[in-house]
């Protein structure tokens, strides 16, 4: 039997384990899924320890997403990133992925809209850093718009000047630009918290339109007042439960080599939101 798990601290309500193991069951994988809750800063030591206990893979959550680059070796995609949410142990050393940023491309492609022009990222933290990356690296022009301005100023700069498959077409705004940057934007992502258990969006109302798909990467609720405003614009809007799902969807394929079976996977994650 394969172990498969989660750091992160805390897990206690995390939706993988029934995720994965809906997974495991339709395609027969002799295989389990289990939480692990390290002390904070023990993120390295912990995926150490994993690789001597033969754990066949990993996920990493908030707060060790960036600790364990110490211990893997990040694929160019997580690099760039600089953060890793899932690692593969077949590998010696153990490979550091980051499957937020190719899931959040699959939930598009699912919905079938391909990540083209330009898109507006909301938040540059470790979910606004993947978004953007993911984006840019699907070739999108990406502007991403922070309440701290300097953090979305200075990842767009690192991200421009990176060598690493060239440099990316990302510029940096506070939240004061989004009506200005809404408005040309084929494509939006709040990778912020605001949403989350309140009725709250990050995005002047009066700025989407029809010719917008917007994800949320909030997921509780589902219905966020961001997605609510985005339908009231005629925009096409996507729940954070997608992102979840794939983000999930890609990890399994890495670990296993087989094709998901993302029906069941989703049902799993849906039934519990
Ligand atoms: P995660 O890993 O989930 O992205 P994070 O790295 O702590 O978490 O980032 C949280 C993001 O939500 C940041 O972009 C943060 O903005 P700051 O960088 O200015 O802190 C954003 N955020 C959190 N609360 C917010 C609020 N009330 N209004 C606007 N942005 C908020």
Redesign the pocket.
């Known amino acids: 039997m394969d172990v498969y798990g989660l750091i992160g601290n805390p897990v206690d309500h995390s939706l993988s384990p029934p995720m994965h193991e809906a997974g495991y069951e339709r395609l027969g994988v002799d295989a389990r899924y289990v939480t692990f809750e390290p002390p904070k800063g023990e993120g390295a030591a912990a995926v150490e320890s994993a690789t001597r206990l033969g754990v066949a893979g990993l996920n990493v959550t908030?707060p060790f997403k960036q600790d364990v680059l110490a211990a893997v070796e990040p694929d160019a995609l997580a690099t760039r990133i600089g953060a890793v949410n899932t690692v593969d142990f077949s590998t010696d050393p153990p490979t550091g992925y980051n499957t937020d940023a190719t899931g959040l491309v699959r939930a598009f492609e699912h919905h079938d809209v391909s990540p083209a022009g330009q898109a507006v990222v909301v938040?540059?933290?470790?979910?606004?850093r993947a978004a953007t990356v993911g984006l840019a690296t699907e070739g999108m022009t990406v502007a991403v718009a922070?309440?701290?301005v300097d953090?979305a100023e200075s990842l767009a700069a690192t991200l421009r000047t990176s060598q690493a498959d060239g440099p990316m077409d990302v510029q940096g705004y506070g939240?004061d630009m989004l009506a200005d940057l809404v408005p040309d934007a084929d494509v939006l992502v709040n990778?912020?918290?605001?949403g989350m258990e309140e009725d709250r969006s990050?995005v002047p109302p009066g700025a989407l339109h029809g010719d917008l798909t917007v994800l949320d990467a909030v997921y509780t609720p589902l219905e966020t007042r961001l997605l609510r405003d985005a339908r009231d614009a005629g925009a096409r809007t996507i729940d954070g439960a997608w992102m979840l799902l794939y983000q999930g969807v890609e990890a399994f394929e890495r670990w296993t080599g087989q094709d998901a079976p993302v029906g069941a996977m989703n049902e799993a994650l849906r039934t519990r939101l």
């Open positions: 908030i938040g540059a933290g470790g979910a606004g922070n309440r701290t953090k939240l990778a912020t918290s605001v990050p």
